[in-house]
């Protein structure tokens, strides 16, 4: 939770909701706070932050503000009059033309104290114009399905200028693309993609060259798709388009580059990219990787934790010392974890300084520091600096050796709060991997307070999962009790639907948390290994991660496909 927000008396809808006891007045106060904060429209917030329904709160917006309500499943989208209102106003005040009657232009919105949407509008079409309520989540895939329908196709841009431009020539040599040069379809399809990436909410952006054919793909709920195949004559113009807008040196090839770029996205929601380029056989391959500060950060509540395990965590984090380690594979949601603690803690009263690589998610309030080895701003030597800047939380990207491992240890044993990630496959095997990297075990034992281990598994699409049966014996086998078994276990798979990709939308932690007890710590100083550790954490009662993602599977969170996918060794 970031600094505290001044009280707002609940207005307009806001009042609304809690009259009809869909909101209390202090969870509306905060809601209203903290979407001024982001500069985000109240309705937006309350659906993207799943406080309510976004039926619900069309029903109420529609009564209190007297305007009709109309289900957007029913509009058929190929006809409306996109011609008239630029895409760019669509995008940023989430609002979309549905109709025209005559002088009178009808507009969908969620939010009908969107006055600006609609006077920007009548600026811009000189027509007048009435707002028409729709529920926000349908908006946003109206909008989304009308504006990539609209898009220039690749196909048209080859046919119109890159075809014609480059023939059938594909000397790489002879095919660069010079910086000076404005290159527009180049320029329309690199960014089509990029606003494609964001509507998918893709994670990264592959752009890979190879002998025969280019590729691009997008990461979705960690599983790369592929999205088009744009024709080898033009993938140096595509990479060096990329290379351009990330500030990078477009004419060296040989060695691997690092850049960022930022994609404006309406008033006040910019979306970054980290962008890395590494030559191939065949060419440079290029991988952005989205960095959506507003979309990467979630409550703890949301994470996917177990009452039980929520309740270790939050107790750990509200201690004033010790450590606590977050630890699992590249891309399994360690950051995002690590700042809902620090969302949490960051208050005006309290000094959090973070230093990562690179800083992925920025918070007002907390000092993020980005490493950089080739200056000497290493781990551990932001550590050092921390420990000299009077702070009470520290916050260190990962621990890779043991000089960072003894500072982290050190501040946590000396008054410090201390957050920080691992590699490693579980939580036993992490305090194993500190003590072979170096750190005695009696430090370890004291400074310890929770490790967890986390992956994330793809959720089940709601509108389209089946219930599948299993085989008594393979459910045995798969890991649940004869009890869930006797009890009705209903499992579900995954079918695919327009709204979802191959029958997943978003994703659900699985976690491991482990509360490092006395008995844990005695097992530590006597030189115990992981199995030692991981025994004694089954007999206190701690859930391995897949106990705790079947779990999930028994809840409909997921299917046993999936969480076979990420948990079988």
Do not use: W
């Amino acid at each position: 939770m970031a600094t505290e927000a001044p009280t707002i008396n609940p207005a307009g809808l806001a009042r609304r909701l809690v009259q009809d006891g869909l909101l209390s007045e202090k969870r509306a106060q905060t809601a209203q706070a903290e979407a001024n904060g982001r500069r985000q429209p109240f309705v937006q917030y309350l659906v993207e932050q799943k406080v309510l329904d976004s039926h619900r709160i069309a029903v109420a917006a529609s009564e209190e503000f007297g305007v009709p309500l109309v289900d957007l499943l029913a509009v058929d989208l190929l006809n409306v009059p996109m011609d008239l209102v630029d895409a760019r106003l669509v995008r940023k005040h989430r609002a979309l033309p549905l109709f025209r009657r005559g002088n009178r232009l009808f507009v969908a919105v969620s939010d009908p104290t969107n006055d600006r949407a609609l006077d920007e509008i009548r600026f811009n079409t000189d027509l007048s114009v009435s707002a028409i309520l729709v529920e926000d989540d349908k908006l946003a895939n109206a909008i989304n399905k009308t504006l990539q329908a609209q898009d220039t196709t690749l196909s048209d841009l080859i046919d119109a200028d890159l075809g014609k431009a480059d023939g059938a020539d594909n000397d790489a040599e002879n095919n660069d693309a010079d910086p000076n040069v404005d290159d527009a379809p180049v320029v329309r399809y690199v960014n089509k993609i990029l606003l494609d990436a964001i509507n998918a909410a893709a994670s990264d952006v592959h752009f890979e060259p190879y002998e025969r054919y280019f590729r691009i793909r997008f990461r979705q709920d960690g599983v790369l798709h592929e999205v088009a195949n744009p024709p080898l004559n033009i993938a140096n113009r595509l990479i060096a388009r990329l290379k351009v807008m990330s500030r990078m040196n477009i004419a060296e090839r040989r060695i691997p580059q690092d850049g960022r770029l930022k994609l404006k996205l309406g008033y006040s929601h910019d979306i970054d990219f980290r962008v890395n380029t590494l030559p191939t056989l065949y060419g440079e391959k290029v991988v952005l990787r989205i960095l959506d500060s507003a979309g990467s950060t979630v409550g703890v509540d949301n994470l996917g934790m177990s009452p039980k395990q929520q309740e270790i965590f939050l107790r750990a984090i509200a201690r004033p010392y010790g450590m606590i380690l977050v630890t699992g594979p590249t891309g399994s949601g360690k950051t995002v974890t690590l700042y809902s603690a620090l969302n949490i803690l960051n208050e005006i009263g309290v000094n959090i300084s973070t230093v990562e690589d690179p800083v992925e998610i920025q918070v007002p309030g907390i000092n993020q520091v980005n490493m950089n080895a080739k200056t000497g701003l290493t781990f551990a030597a932001a550590l050092r600096a921390f420990l000299r800047q009077d702070p009470d939380i520290l916050m260190v990207g990962e621990i890779r050796d043991l000089e960072t491992a003894e500072i982290a240890v050190k501040a946590a044993q000396t008054g410090h709060l201390v957050l920080s990630t691992l590699h490693t496959n579980d939580a036993p095997q992490s305090l194993t991997r500190l003590a072979n990297m170096g750190v005695a075990p009696f430090n370890i034992a004291s400074s310890v307070l929770v490790i967890m281990a986390q992956r994330l598994a793809r959720k089940l699409c709601l509108h389209c999962r089946e219930a599948e049966e299993l085989p008594r014996e393979a459910l045995l086998a798969e890991g649940f009790t004869e009890q869930e078994i006797n009890d009705g276990l209903t499992l579900y798979k995954a079918v695919g639907c327009e709204r979802c990709t191959e029958g997943y939308k978003g994703r659900v932690g699985i976690f491991q948390v482990v509360e490092v007890s006395e008995a844990m710590g005695r097992t530590i100083m006597e030189g115990g290994n992981s199995l030692d550790l991981a025994r004694q954490a089954a007999q206190e009662g701690y859930l391995d991660l897949r106990q705790s993602g079947l779990r999930q599977v028994k809840n409909g969170i997921t299917s046993l496909l999936e969480l076979n996918r990420i948990t079988r060794d």
